[in-house]
């Protein structure tokens, strides 16, 4: 069975400068997701981990805090993707307006990340 394209990209703006930006396929997709048991299988363990991740999370005494440093985390460790050299102390003594103990650009560049993820 082949599918058709999951969506189109369209030119557009922003802030002067021309983008392509994806618009997906509306939902439900044609043909209908075909249901065999190796998809069904994997569906369920996702819809498992789900469960347990929810469940966990009724743990912690205060989630927003779990997610605030968990953002952090991610944004540092995809900075060092691209070659920074700055850590979550770093990061947290930047924003505390404290010295990090590294390159201040390096510090800057996982702001930036920070931002741009809390921006959605």
């Given amino acids: 069975m082949k ?3 999951q969506g189109r990209y369209v030119t557009t703006s922003t ?3 021309k983008v392509k930006a994806f618009v997906p396929a509306p939902l439900p997709p044609k043909p209908p997701v075909d249901w065999q048991p190796e998809l069904r299988g994997k569906f369920d363990q996702a819809l498992l981990a789900l469960g347990r991740l929810d469940s966990v999370s009724s743990l912690l ?3 927003s805090l779990f997610l605030y440093m968990y953002v952090r985390k991610e944004a540092v460790l995809s900075s060092m993707i691209e070659g920074t050299q700055s850590s979550l102390s770093d990061l947290l003594l930047f924003e505390l307006d404290q010295e990090p ?3 201040l ?3 800057r560049e996982v702001s930036n990340y920070v931002a741009a993820l809390d921006h959605g």
Wanted: glycine share 14%; proline share 13%; no cysteine.
């Fill in 3 to 5: 599918r058709k394209l």
């Fill in 15 to 17: 802030v002067g400068e």
């Fill in 61 to 63: 005494p205060d989630t």
């Fill in 101 to 103: 103990g590294v390159p």
């Fill in 105 to 107: 650009d390096d510090v």
